[in-house]
């Protein structure tokens, strides 16, 4: 049963990115600078599961559309990290993400996924050497999640 529920879920995204890059002609890049810094591997995290142990995300391009893949996993029990969609916009100093973002520890919201859709935004403050996302409010449960993605 879970592989299907699996199976089901890993169709559906395929399926909205698809939509989603059919639904808009190419990602706005305002400073190509910052879209040559973001396409490429990168490291992710979500502080919850650990700051030592990053996972990867790589950002790729296609026909002018940048998408973005990544995942970072616990060591040792099921925490988990996603992340997939598509870049909308590009600036200087923070890109637009539309997409999925799945989070999974197991002391928020009872251990169970927390799946966000929509668009996000991914902002460098200071002299910080990663966006971080800004929708940091964990819409399942009373927590901030600090989702970033490191420079390479």
Same mark, same amino acid.
């Given at each position: 049963m879970k592989s299907i529920l699996k199976f089901i879920l890993a169709v559906t995204l395929v399926a909205m990115f698809i939509a989603s890059a059919a639904a808009q002609?190419?990602?706005?890049?305002?400073?190509?600078?910052?879209?040559?810094?973001?396409?490429g591997r990168h490291k992710l995290s979500l502080q919850w599961i650990s700051w030592d142990y990053f996972g990867s995300a790589t950002v790729s391009e296609s026909h002018g559309i940048l998408g973005i893949e990544g995942k970072q996993k616990g060591h040792g029990n099921g925490d988990l990290l996603t992340i997939e969609g598509m870049i909308v916009s590009i600036d200087a100093r923070q890109f637009v993400f539309e997409g999925t973002i799945t989070t999974k520890v197991s002391h928020i919201n009872g251990g169970k996924p927390c799946v966000r859709q929509g #668009?996000?935004? /991914?902002?460098?403050?200071?002299?910080?050497?990663?966006?971080?996302?800004?929708?940091?409010?964990?819409?399942?449960?009373?927590?901030?999640?600090?989702? #970033?993605?490191? /420079?390479?």
């Amino acid at each position: 049963m879970k592989s299907i529920l699996k199976f089901i879920l890993a169709v559906t995204l395929v399926a909205m990115f698809i939509a989603s890059a059919a639904a808009q002609e190419k990602t706005i890049v305002r400073d190509a600078k910052a879209k040559a810094m973001l396409l490429g591997r990168h490291k992710l995290s979500l502080q919850w599961i650990s700051w030592d142990y990053f996972g990867s995300a790589t950002v790729s391009e296609s026909h002018g559309i940048l998408g973005i893949e990544g995942k970072q996993k616990g060591h040792g029990n099921g925490d988990l990290l996603t992340i997939e969609g598509m870049i909308v916009s590009i600036d200087a100093r923070q890109f637009v993400f539309e997409g999925t973002i799945t989070t999974k520890v197991s002391h928020i919201n009872g251990g169970k996924p927390c799946v966000r859709q929509g #668009d996000f935004t /991914f902002k460098i403050t200071g002299k910080r050497r990663y966006w971080r996302m800004q929708e940091m409010d964990n819409p399942c449960d009373e927590a901030t999640d600090y989702v #970033d993605i490191y /420079f390479r």
